[in-house]
Each structure stands twice: as C-alpha cells, then as structure tokens.
Nanobody, 120 residues
C-alpha cells in the first residue's frame, strides 16, 4: 500500500511564503513523477507543478517565477516552495505521484490535501 502524506499548509498573508512537503511511503519500486495540484472552491483541480525523475519540471503559468518544486529522491519526498503568495493561491493543495508499487505496474496516487489560505 502506497501513501502520500502532505504537510506545510496554513494561513499566510499576501506576499508571504509557505513550503509544502509530501512524503511517499509503502511498497515502492520506483517513482516516475511527483507533483502538486490545487483545487479552489468551485473550481476544477489544476496542475501547479510537477517534476520527473529525469529532472524535468513543468509549472502552471500562474505560478512560474513564484513557486519552485524540488525532489529528494532518496527520501521519496517532493517540496513546493511558494513565494509571493496572493489570495488567488488559496486552495487545497494535493500531492500526486506516479509510482510503481510492483514490477511492471504504474499507478497514480494522491495525498489527502493540505489547505493553503492567503489573506489580503
């Protein structure tokens, strides 16, 4: 069983910073990619940032230059450093990973989500 556990959300004033963390645990053969999505009230879940084990990263246009995704492959952990936060960044942030739990199989897993609230 694979689990993703997020931490680091909270309340911050506009212009502030937060750092989210997500640790993958359980039976893991390999991790192809780890990333972050977010969902604001009344909106669809959207990709924020994603990184592959080949070192490729991609970001939503709205966060480029403000957010940075990094991975610690040895710890099966992904981080999202969020700077210059604004109220429009308020959402539940979800960790997502593409993981092989057994040889030959790949599944997408999701964390439970962590709330990020940015006050104006």
């Amino acid at each position: 069983q694979v689990q993703l556990v997020e931490s680091g959300g909270g309340l911050v004033e506009a212009g502030g910073s937060l750092r989210l963390s997500c640790v993958a645990s359980g039976t893991i053969i390999s991790i192809h990619s780890m990333g972050w999505y977010r969902q604001a009230p009344g909106k669809q879940r959207e990709l924020v940032a994603r990184g592959t084990n080949a070192g490729e990263t991609n970001y939503a246009d709205s966060v480029k230059g403000r957010f940075t995704i990094t991975r610690d492959n040895g710890k099966n952990t992904v981080y999202l450093q969020m700077n210059s936060l604004s109220p429009v960044d308020t959402a539940v942030y979800y960790c997502q990973a593409n993981i092989s739990p057994v040889v030959g199989a790949w599944n997408n897993y999701w964390g439970q989500g962590t709330q990020v609230t940015v006050s104006s």
